[in-house]
T-cell receptor
Framework: AQSVSQHNHHVILSEAASLELGCNYS??????LFWYVQYPGQHLQLLLK??????LVKGIKGFEAEFIKSKFSFNLRKPSVQWSDTAEYFC?????????????FGRGTSLIVHP | EPEVTQTPSHQVTQMGQEVILRCVPI?????FYWYRQILGQKVEFLVS????????KSEIFDDQFSVERPDGSNFTLKIRSTKLEDSAMYFC???????????????FGPGTRLTVT
């Protein structure tokens, strides 16, 4: 069965530190990949997505992610985090086969940024 | 900007009771979804709904669950006889659902926290 793994469950950083959150998916074939963010008390919001083309994807708020097909990875990065980046981050994948467009979510990574 | 709304934000119920969670998807969207997230665990897909019928459902979505679109705006999730393990955050989502893949991008509501005691 398809799965999405986020290996970092809790990350604590100081402001201005660089961030990289890992995401791996477990199946071959064509996938579409997403990162969602959930700020405290708010709903899931799309940060960025990869469908095709340039494997380096730029998202909102200075985030980017790189799709590395050979590593089945889609890691999220930000060169300098801010206190306001404190949130829960979810990676998700859609496998383009069988006509299903239901995303599989990772467990989430809780990021705390200290001012 | 249009958004998905959910009510109530928090629902407390006793085991065995029925609950109805309500969602108002974005008005021109065609696909609707329910997900749940048990505390500390991953977001899990429950069901998707299109053209007034269930299009996909997961193993979690057993006979105690049902969904309905009773009018042109609401999308509800009913749990017939709640169990302690149903305690979770329930998220509704909608997507435009046109032929272009990017239209399957999902827009999430704020969630309803269900606590079963």
């Amino acid at each position: 069965a398809q799965s999405v793994s986020q290996h970092n469950h809790h990350v604590i950083l100081s402001e201005a530190a660089s961030l990289e959150l890992g995401c791996n998916y477990s199946y071959g074939g064509t996938v579409n990949l997403f990162w969602y963010v959930q700020y405290p008390g708010q709903h899931l919001q799309l940060l960025l997505k990869y469908f095709s083309g340039d494997p380096l994807v730029k998202g909102i708020k200075g985030f980017e992610a790189e799709f590395i097909k050979s590593k089945f990875s889609f890691n999220l990065r930000k060169p300098s985090v801010q206190w306001s980046d404190t949130a829960e981050y979810f990676c998700a994948a859609i496998v383009l086969s069988g006509g299903s467009y239901i995303p599989t979510f990772g467990r989430g990574t809780s990021l705390i940024v200290h001012p | 900007e249009p958004e998905v709304t959910q009510t109530p934000s928090h629902q407390v119920t006793q085991m065995g009771q029925e609950v109805i969670l309500r969602c108002v998807p974005i008005s021109n969207h065609l696909y609707f979804y329910w997900y749940r997230q048990i505390l500390g665990q991953k977001v899990e897909f429950l069901v998707s709904f299109y053209n007034n019928e269930i299009s996909e459902k997961s193993e979690i979505f057993d006979d105690q669950f049902s969904v309905e679109r009773p009018d042109g705006s609401n999308f509800t999730l009913k749990i017939r006889s709640t169990k302690l393990e149903d305690s979770a955050m329930y998220f509704c989502a909608s997507s435009p659902g046109l032929q272009v893949l990017s239209s399957y991008e999902q827009y999430f509501g704020p969630g309803t926290r269900l606590t079963v005691t």
